[in-house]
């Protein structure tokens, strides 16, 4: 853990009980006298450094010690769009993606969407906040959702394409946003709508999934 994130204000004497306790004692193991970092949600730019002064049975009181603004983020930018797959597959490469540095993640509506879930983005953003706090990271993924392809393409219109094609993208290529396929890939429908947009694929002869795309790419393309 590189900080805790909290929802309460700011003190200067803090006391922790329930998780946040159980975490800091019972399993990371900190005791009387270690230094821990803390930010708030309502101003996460600023690192507080505080120090533990007392644990009891069930809680621990810490003191502020020090304070600075510190931001930690990707280098560059870039934006996510992903014909939406099975719910719990997203889940499980979003602290990945959060780790490598995406900034916005569009939801879409895609012919080959699974339609049996639904997105839950208060869940999506706990799961982005407790990667950040292992990562570092002080920027929030944004998340938003698209009917369909056509109207992900009138709002990113610019955006490269993910597809089987004889082109391959360098790293070092300023890519900022980036269309995915679901399983199954895009129907020919879609693929008629990609004529006027760049295409591209990685440099492997091996076919990945959805989420695997996901996360090649933006490391491809953020690291």
Not at 6 to 35: A, M, P
Not at 51 to 57: C, K, L, P, R
Not at 118 to 124: G, Q, T, V, W
Request: aromatic share 8%.
């Amino acid at each position: 853990m590189i900080y805790l994130l909290l929802d309460e204000k700011k003190e200067q004497i803090l006391t922790l009980k329930g998780e946040n306790f159980k975490y800091l004692v019972k399993v990371r193991r900190h005791s009387v006298g270690d230094s821990i970092a803390i930010r708030y949600k309502d101003a996460i730019k600023n690192l507080c450094h505080y120090t533990i002064e007392n644990i009891d049975g069930r809680s621990l009181t810490l003191r502020l010690e020090s304070e600075e603004i510190l931001e930690v983020q990707a280098k560059r930018e870039l934006h996510l769009g992903w014909c939406r797959i099975d719910t719990k597959s997203i889940e499980k490469v979003l602290p990945s993606l959060c780790e490598i540095g995406v900034s916005h993640i569009a939801f879409i509506e895609c012919d080959r969407t699974q339609r049996n879930n639904k997105l839950d983005f208060k869940r999506l953003q706990r799961i982005v906040e407790s990667s950040m706090q292992q990562c570092g990271r002080t920027t929030y993924i944004e998340f938003s959702s698209y009917k369909s392809i056509e109207t992900y393409l009138e709002a990113y219109p610019t955006t490269k394409i993910f597809d089987f094609t004889e082109k391959t993208i360098a790293s070092q290529e300023r890519t900022q946003s980036v269309l995915i396929g679901c399983e199954g890939g895009f129907s020919a429908y879609e693929r008629e709508l990609f004529k006027e947009y760049e295409v591209f694929r990685l440099d492997t002869p091996l076919v990945l999934r959805s989420e695997s795309a996901a996360v090649a790419v933006a490391s491809k393309l953020l690291l």
